[in-house]
């Protein structure tokens, strides 16, 4: 009897569990809509005001770099309480703003709304795989991260470097490579949440915004590249 009492209550923290990893996947993909808004209208404030194409490069860098770390420490400082939401959504209206410089110069092509939409669709369509294969793939990815944020470290630094050198080419092959990265790391993350690995929704939106962000920002340059037009 109690060998039975002992599997039910095993059953019923499984349940529990399965429970759990749903609320959190649920509230980070409603938080990760959410997002969506502020990250807009910065976008929509930065291109109507040109505050960030007044910027040169340097001091655009240096904000961006600032402010995206110092969002990322107070979000982590906050993302047990409700006002981890709110600290999110300043971050992402941040990065909304950041990305107005590039959203403006695709606009200046006779087809740049065409390309952003292209980029935004072709970003979901990143998204809805890899949410797809996160279910698929049984095996645990956490090993797989240490060998992403290396990678990612080094993009970056490649990136600061060539905000400076200005090479077309190299643009290309970090923005080639940065789509895959972060392709990756969104499976890694959204595979994390399904399996319980993350119970932290604020943090789990973060981490996916991230990704998404990141894959948006590439394609959008690659698609402007290729396929802008001008009048």
Request: proline letters at 0%.
């Amino acid at each position: 009897m109690n060998e039975g009492l002992q599997r039910y209550a095993g059953y019923g923290d499984v349940g529990a569990q399965a429970v759990q990893r749903n609320k959190v996947l649920r509230n980070t993909y409603g938080l990760l809509a959410l997002s969506l808004i502020p990250t807009v209208l910065g976008a929509w404030v930065g291109v109507s005001t040109g505050v960030m194409a007044a910027m040169g490069t340097g001091l655009s860098l240096i904000l961006f770099l600032g402010g995206a770390f110092g969002f990322m420490y107070a979000i982590e400082r906050t993302k047990e309480s409700a006002a981890g939401v709110g600290v999110l959504l300043a971050f992402t209206f941040f990065m909304g703003l950041m990305l107005s410089r590039m959203l403006a110069m695709v606009l200046g092509y006779s087809n740049g709304a065409s390309l952003i939409m292209t980029a935004f669709g072709g970003t979901a369509g990143v998204f809805g795989a890899m949410a797809m294969l996160a279910t698929v793939i049984k095996r645990d990815l956490t090993n797989m991260s240490k060998f992403l944020f290396v990678g990612a470290i080094v993009l970056l630094v490649a990136m600061v470097i060539n905000a400076f050198v200005q090479s077309s080419a190299l643009m290309l092959t970090l923005s080639v490579i940065a789509i895959g990265l972060f392709s990756a790391f969104l499976l890694v993350d959204i595979k994390r949440i399904i399996d319980g690995g993350e119970t932290n929704y604020i943090s789990a939106t973060l981490a996916i915004y991230l990704d998404l962000y990141n894959i948006f920002q590439n394609l959008l340059a690659l698609l402007g590249i290729f396929g802008g037009e001008r009048d």
